[in-house]
Nanobody, 128 residues
């Protein structure tokens, strides 16, 4: 059974930093393309960042590019999202997601429809 468990969310002042983690099981997911999405109240789910399962190629949403960094530790089967220079507009529930074998491992998957597995989400609140 696939499990994605996010942690690291919380409250931070504008300009601050947070690092989200996503522990994935089973360990075979460590080679699957993975990503982060977020959803604010009343808004659609938004792509944040993605990383592929082979050479760690990445892609970022326009609103976070230059401020957020996605990474992964295959040995720990864990995905990370380092969030810097946080702004109140970054306030949302952040979701970790993983693809199944239908997606090529070299793919940097930016569409929510590419993903078959989702975590429960972790709240990030940025105050001004």
């Amino acid at each position: 059974q696939v499990q994605l468990v996010e942690s690291g969310g919380g409250w931070v002042q504008s300009g601050g930093s947070l690092r989200l983690s996503c522990a994935a099981s089973p360990s075979g997911l460590s080679s699957s393309p993975m990503g982060w999405f977020r959803q604010a109240p009343g808004e659609e789910r938004q792509f944040v960042a993605a990383i592929n399962g082979i050479d760690f190629g990445t892609s970022y949403g326009t609103r976070v590019r230059g401020r957020f960094i996605i990474s992964r530790d295959k040995a720990k089967s864990t995905l990370y999202l380092q969030m810097n220079s946080l702004e109140p507009e970054d306030t949302a529930v952040y979701y970790c997601a993983a693809t199944s074998s239908r997606i090529n491992r070299l793919t940097v998957a930016t569409r929510s429809t590419d993903y078959d597995y989702w975590g429960q989400g972790t709240q990030v609140t940025v105050s001004s």
